[in-house]
T-cell receptor, first 114, second 115 residues
Framework: ETGVTQTPRHLVMGMTNKKSLKCEQH?????MYWYKQSAKKPLELMFV???????ENNSVPSRFSPECPNSSHLFLHLHTLQPEDSALYLC?????????????FGSGTRLTVV | AQSVSQHNHHVILSEAASLELGCNYS??????LFWYVQYPGQHLQLLLK??????LVKGIKGFEAEFIKSKFSFNLRKPSVQWSDTAEYFC?????????????FGTGTRLTVIP
């Protein structure tokens, strides 16, 4: 384990479903991130939270809705997704939103939209 | 726009062969550089990082990388690969320290080591 825990590890959902991804860190980090990893594409930053406030939203479609209730937990709420949203969703944390000392990644949630 | 290029998409080597994976970035200012590794079915792990000082950085598992500022490169090397090095390798760059959206990843290089 890295210190960043993501659940579930795998998720299959229909286009009309609503589901949530969960991320938890107990590293004392102040910033948390959602990344999307698709085949043959660079990791894409989706959301950044610093001390529970959203700092960055990289023009992500509204069918992805993040929630950060405290500095240790981060959620990604999913609804009416499209098949092209199938990917590995990675959560990461860092000491600061600038991330200058590196990021710690979770194992990811493999999402398949059918 | 900032970008990180990893030109080798898939590298296949025999055990004991030497490895060099290329990484180039497009940014003229101060950078922090990283190599991450993702073993099959596992999470991204930090292999090594460069912030300043000696441009030759040594990481875990015998990996090293050299920062060549004039070439905007940060290539990863290992003198003798093992089967257990089979994984995907990602180069990443943080530019300056302002703002939060400043970590850029390459597309990754898949390394397959044949026993």
């Amino acid at each position: 384990e890295t210190g960043v825990t993501q659940t579930p590890r795998h998720l299959v959902m229909g286009m009309t479903n609503k589901k949530s991804l969960k991320c938890e860190q107990h590293l004392g980090h102040n910033a948390m991130y959602w990344y999307k990893q698709s085949a043959k594409k660079p990791l894409e930053l989706m959301f950044v939270y610093s001390l529970e406030e959203r700092v960055e939203n990289n023009s992500v479609p509204s069918r992805f809705s993040p929630e950060c209730p405290n500095s240790s937990h981060l959620f990604l709420h999913l609804h009416t997704l499209q098949p092209e949203d199938s990917a590995l969703y990675l959560c990461a944390s860092s000491q600061s939103p600038q991330g200058g000392y590196g990021y710690t990644f979770g194992s990811g949630t493999r999402l398949t939209v059918v | 726009a900032q970008s990180v290029s990893q030109h080798n998409h898939h590298v296949i080597l025999s055990e004991a062969a030497s490895l060099e994976l290329g990484c180039n970035y497009s940014y003229g200012g101060t950078v922090n550089l990283f190599w991450y590794v993702q073993y099959p079915g596992q999470h991204l792990q930090l292999l090594l990082k460069y912030f300043s000082g000696d441009p030759l950085v040594k990481g875990i598992k015998g990996f090293e990388a050299e920062f060549i500022k004039s070439k905007f490169s940060f290539n990863l090397r290992k003198p003798s690969v093992q089967w257990s090095d089979t994984a995907e390798y990602f180069c990443a760059v943080i530019i300056d320290q302002t703002g939060a959206n400043n970590l850029f990843f390459g597309t990754g290089t898949r390394l397959t080591v044949i026993p």
